[in-house]
Every structure is written in structure tokens, then in C-alpha cells.
């Protein structure tokens, strides 16, 4: 089955044998626990819904179907995959290399709560260059982590090399794919050991969930993490794993749309002399787009770009925008728009921002499937008021 025809039918099969009610859609089990006959036989497996779940099952079976993946395993935020990953694979003492442009919340992570409180040494370096990572091996290193492109500056980097660097050193490689979604990229395909994902941006799509996701085709990594997750508890509630399966329906369109409006607006950006720089890896002016087109099955619908202007304007730019909505996250289908060196980049000390090139006037936008006429017509405005 094609991506598609999957992403409505995989892990939500009818049960129409003896006693199955039939449904086409998968229904929210809210149990929290499964009655049995005997010990040794709980129903189906199933036990307590900590452990597993139905509803969750039929999610984490389209998620590992979507990423070309065998198993999927669904969390209640994308930090609780991420933290989890990070327990599972990684032991006080171990050293791990991270792309230096991520999600501020997962820099806070590794280095608030990992480095410091368990010695989890964490290097962050300019992933475009593979050698970047090579050069940064060490004895105890146990984990690459990147994402590509990242949040917020849509860097890049090729995976399938820096995969061919993990498996000689045999390192484990993380990918974290909330960015393209499946959908135009699939890490595993490329040699990534184990996807990661905010199933709270694209994969739901619609702003009324928090989860998150980890697929792998690798058992022994698959039942470190299932193991550690129920130990530790950070799962996706029934509720919200209906929430994405729903969401997963529609993503192709979705991303379809997102995309087309993002070039929309990137060459309109990039053509407004109030831009200084326009960040999209579908536009020939991105440094990596001969990358992007490689490994990529489309470019995605966020936009970052920097104004010819101080904190104080950019501030007064997104504050006067009427159809963004200026918020933090993105992926979703209304259009959202923030300011990273005072929302999702705020805990990156301001010195390491302006190593990774995150300047006071970067906005970053997450395009939504509006109609591109009135998104545009909204950026005019606004640019013209400061
Ligand atoms: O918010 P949560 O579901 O825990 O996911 C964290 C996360 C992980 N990875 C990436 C690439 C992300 O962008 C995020 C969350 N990001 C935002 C909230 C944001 O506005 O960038």
C-alpha cells in the first residue's frame, strides 16, 4: 500500500470477525485495566493501559507503517520520547553529539537535566558538515542526535552519511523527523536507527493535542524503550492517540498545502526589501537546497526569515500580524507566528544563539493551509507598518 491508502487504514482494520462490532474507526478505549479469567491469561494481552492500550496500539501500528518502521510507540509529548530515548540508550558518564540548531526545549533537556543533574556530556556541532560529527567521536559517545531541517533555522544535514559515521563507530543515530513528517522524509530509509517525533505539530495537525513518538525497526532498541516507557510512565493517552490517528488521515493533503503556501511566501520574502534572508530549503538561494532535494520528498511548511531590523521592530512585526497567530508551536493548520530568541529559543543562553546564527530579529513562521492570497496580504500589512 501506497503512503496514502496506509495513513487511513493501517492499525485501524475493521474487526468484523465473530463478536468484532465492525468498526471503521477505531474506538477510544478508556479502561484503564483488562479483566481476566485466569492469571496466566489477561485478554489479548493486554493488562493495564500504562502498559499498552488499544487505541494507542492502533496508532503506534500506523506511526512504524508511515516511517517504514516495525515498531512505533507513542509518548505524551515529543520531550517525553525524546527523554526517553535519552534513558534507554544512555548511561551517567556517556557522551552523546547533537546538532546545534534544535528545538530549544531539547538543547534544555540534554543540558539542564541530562548533562547536569545525570553526566550525560552532550557536544553540540554544525551537523552540515559530516566530518563535523566524525571530528567530535569519542570513546563514550553512544548517541548522535539531529534534526534536519531544524527548528528554527532550517539547517540541514545529510543523514545517510552521518549514519555511515554511526554505524562504523557504532553509535546510535536519532532522527527527529516533526519537521518533514514521513510524509517527505523517512530517516529509517536512510540508515537512522530511530525516528523521533512531536506528534503535537504536523502529524495531528490541528493544535488540540500534546504527544509525541519514537519508531524503530531495531528489537533490542525498541525493548529497552517500550520497557523503560512503561516503567516510567510517559504514555499517550487513548484519547489523544485518536486524535492522531485522525490526524494522520489527512497529513498528505496537509503537508501538500502547507508546502505549496510556504513557497508562497519564502519567494514573496525573499523579494521584500525589508528581508534580510529568507530561510527555506525549497528556495535555489538555500545553501543546502541541492541537499533538500535529495532526501527529501518535499520542503514542508515552515518558514524562518530575519528582518533588516532590531528586536524592538520584530517584536512590533509579529505583535501586528492579524491571521498569524503569534504562538509557539507549529505543524498546524492555522498559521503561526513567533519570535525564537524570546519564545522557543529563550532558554538557549544568548551567546550559544548567536553561535548557531539564531539573531534577535528571526521569525519564524509555521505556514498554515489558509489561502495564500489573505496570508500574504497579512504580511504586507505589517511589514508596511514598521
Ligand atoms: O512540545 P513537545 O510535543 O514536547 O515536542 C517537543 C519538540 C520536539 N521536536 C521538535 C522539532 C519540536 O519543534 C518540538 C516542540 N516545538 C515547539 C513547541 C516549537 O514551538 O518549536
Not at 519567494?267 to 528556495?283: A, T
Not at 524592538?312 to 505583535?319: I, L
Request: aromatic share 8%.
Amino acid at each position: 500500500m501506497k503512503f496514502e491508502t496506509r495513513a487511513l487504514h493501517i492499525g485501524e482494520e475493521p474487526n468484523l470477525s465473530e463478536g468484532g462490532s465492525g468498526d471503521v474507526v477505531s474506538p477510544i478505549h478508556l479502561t484503564s485495566t483488562f479483566a481476566r479469567n485466569k492469571i496466566d491469561e489477561p485478554p489479548k494481552g493486554y493488562e493495564y493501559s500504562r502498559s499498552a492500550n488499544p487505541t494507542r496500539d492502533a496508532l503506534e501500528k500506523r506511526l512504524a507503517s508511515l516511517e517504514n518502521g516495525k515498531y512505533g510507540i507513542a509518548f505524551a509529548s515529543g520531550l517525553a520520547a525524546t527523554a526517553t530515548v535519552i534513558l534507554s540508550l544512555m548511561k551517567a558518564g556517556d557522551h552523546m553529539i547533537a546538532f546545534d540548531d534544535l528545538y530549544g526545549g531539547t538543547r534544555r533537556l540534554f543540558t539542564m537535566l541530562f548533562k547536569e543533574n545525570f553526566n550525560i556530556d552532550v557536544s553540540y556541532v554544525d551537523a552540515r558538515k559530516a566530518e563535523n560529527i566524525a571530528d567530535a567521536v569519542k570513546g563514550k559517545t553512544r548517541l548522535i542526535w539531529l534534526e534536519t531541517p531544524t527548528n528554527p533555522l532550517l539547517k540541514m544535514c545529510d543523514i545517510r552519511s552521518i549514519a555511515s559515521i554511526a554505524w562504523d563507530k557504532k553509535i546510535f543515530l536519532a532522527v527527529d523527523n516533526t519537521f518533514m513528517t514521513p510524509y517527505f522524509q523517512l530517516p529509517l530509509d536512510l540508515g537512522a536507527d530511530l525516528v523521533v517525533h512531536s506528534t503535537t505539530k504536523y502529524l495531528n495537525g490541528h493544535s488540540d493535542s500534546v504527544g509525541g513518538a519514537v519508531v524503530t525497526s531495531d528489537d533490542h532498541i525498541h525493548d529497552k524503550i517500550r520497557f523503560n516507557q512503561n516503567a516510567a510512565g510517559a504514555i499517550l493517552s487513548p484519547f489523544d492517540s485518536y486524535m492522531i490517528l485522525r490526524g494522520t488521515k489527512t497529513l498528505s493533503l496537509r503537508m501538500e498545502r502547507h508546502e505549496k503556501n510556504a513557497l508562497a511566501i519564502a519567494r514573496y520574502l525573499e523579494n521584500h526589501d525589508k528581508i534580510e534572508r529568507v530561510f527555506y530549503p525549497g528556495l535555489e538561494s538555500h545553501p543546502q537546497h541541492q541537499l533538500a532535494k535529495k532526501q527529501m520528498s518535499g520542503y514542508g511548511g515552515m518558514v524562518s526569515f530575519e528582518l533588516k531590523t532590531d528586536l524592538e521592530r520584530a517584536r512590533a512585526f509579529v505583535e501586528g500580524l492579524k491571521l498569524f497567530t503569534l504562538a509557539e508551536s507549529l505543524g498546524c493548520v492555522e498559521s503561526l507566528v513567533e519570535l525564537p530568541a524570546l519564545m522557543t529559543h529563550s532558554s538557549i543562553p544568548p551567546e550559544e544563539r548567536e553561535k548557531t546564527g539564531i539573531k534577535d530579529s528571526l521569525i519564524r513562521t509555521s505556514v498554515g493551509i489558509e489561502n495564500i492570497d489573505d496570508l500574504l496580504d497579512d504580511l504586507t500589512q505589517s511589514l508596511k507598518a514598521i
